[in-house]
Structures are given as C-alpha cells and as structure tokens.
C-alpha cells in the first residue's frame, strides 16, 4: 500500500507549462505501476500517461507530456508542455503494485487530485 500526494497545479495560458509531482510514501515504490489520470467537469476519468519500467501516453497528450520518476524520492512527474483549453481537469495520480493499465478501476491507490486549468 502507497499513499499519494500530487502538487504542481495552477493556472496557465494556453502554450504554457506546468509540471505536476506525485510523491509517494510506502516501501517498494520503485517497482509500483504509477499513471496519471485526468477528470474534467462532468466527463469520466481519462487516462493521460503511466509509466513503470516504460511509459505509455494517451494519444491526446503525445509529443506533449512527459511522465518520469525519481525512485529515490518516491516521486513521479508530468512535465505538461503546450497545454490546451482542453487540458483543463483535475490531475491524479494512482498506483499498482506490479500492473499497468490504462483503466482506472485497476488503481488501488489514489492521491487527491489537483488543479490543472488551462486559459485560451
């Protein structure tokens, strides 16, 4: 079991940048399946980017995201570059223990979320 904490959000211009972290607490992180979702105002949650020992990108957010991870601070990021009105949503991050998925209902542990919006 992994608790999750995400930082990073806040408004942006559209084009502009934000990295988002996800710090996690618990031993093992290092072989855990991390992913980050997203869930816009009155739209189901998406999957964004996850990453374990490789990495896999929602065909939105290609070429313009990028998901990586500091086992020795417990912590995966998402470096968001030339973001969208349509990226606006509030960002998560979720854990499994050995699988990846892009499904949401496979993630055990999840942070709290946080703010992404993105001004056009």
């Known amino acids: 079991q992994v608790q999750l904490v995400e930082s990073g959000g806040g408004l942006v211009q559209a084009g502009g940048s934000l990295r988002l972290s996800c710090a996690a607490s618990g031993r093992s992180f290092s072989s855990y399946s991390i992913a980050w979702f997203r869930q816009a105002t009155g739209k189901e949650r998406e999957f964004v980017a996850g990453?374990?020992?490789?990495?896999n990108y929602a065909d939105s957010v290609k070429g313009r995201f990028t998901i990586s991870r500091d086992n020795a601070k417990n912590t995966v990021y998402l470096q968001m570059n030339s973001l969208k009105a349509e990226d606006t949503a509030v960002y998560y991050c979720?854990?499994?223990?050995?699988?990846?998925?892009?499904?949401?209902?496979?993630?055990?542990?999840w942070g709290q979320g946080t703010q992404v919006t993105v001004s056009s």
């Open positions: 979720a854990a499994h223990p050995y699988y990846s998925s892009t499904t949401p209902e496979t993630y055990p542990n």
């Open positions: 990453i374990r020992y490789s990495t």
